[in-house]
């Protein structure tokens, strides 16, 4: 009878922590977007037309316009390529939301664990064609709490990548980096 009522008091004990464990995080199982293939196509393409990029450094010190030409995308845009929503491990963990404005199609993706890298990303696509996205990362832990926006508008080539970042380590940074892609007319 003993061996009895343990074994009814660890059965117990297993159903009521099994109760307390979390359940699924409750995301969209869809396909997210490559936007880092996204990226690469645009350096892809950017590289072969080798025109030129104005480049505003904003930070609280101060402000620099640069003009580059050629330009060298892949580093323009490494802290693009940090970053993989589409990876196979992410599936599942984000809620999707759409709107319809026109030809133009809106997909938020909005994470549902507060540990993911990419918090929220914004995709819009005209008729079916990616034309811009947005990744929203942010970090909270004991070492640093880091924000960042990173947008890239495939159809006009600007791009946008601020940062906000905080650390009992280091000296905070805030940097607000602007690019624009520049006709070829606009170099010569």
């Known amino acids: 009878m003993k061996n009895i009522g343990i074994s009814m008091f660890f059965a117990g004990l297993f159903l009521a922590l099994a109760g307390c464990r979390q359940g699924a995080p409750g995301g969209d199982a869809v396909t997210y977007p490559d936007v880092k293939a996204l990226t690469e196509q645009f350096i892809a393409v950017q590289t072969r037309q080798q025109g030129a990029l104005q480049k505003i450094i904003r930070s609280p010190a101060s402000v620099d316009t640069v003009t580059l030409s050629p330009v060298n995308w892949t580093a323009e845009l490494a802290a693009f390529q940090a970053y993989d929503l589409a ?28 540990d993911l890298a990419i918090q929220q990303a914004v995709l819009v696509k005209e008729q079916n064609r990616p034309v811009w996205f947005a990744l929203y990362d942010s970090t909270d832990n004991v070492m640093y709490n880091s924000n960042k926006l990173l947008s890239l508008h495939l159809d006009s080539g600007r791009y946008r990548i601020q940062i906000r970042q905080q650390s009992w380590l280091f000296k905070p940074l805030v940097q607000d980096i602007r690019g624009q892609l520049l006709d070829s007319s606009s170099t010569k």
């Open 87 to 114: 990876h196979p491990v992410l599936k599942g963990l984000y809620r999707v939301d759409s709107t319809v404005s026109g030809n133009r199609v809106r997909l938020r993706y909005r994470a549902t664990k507060d």
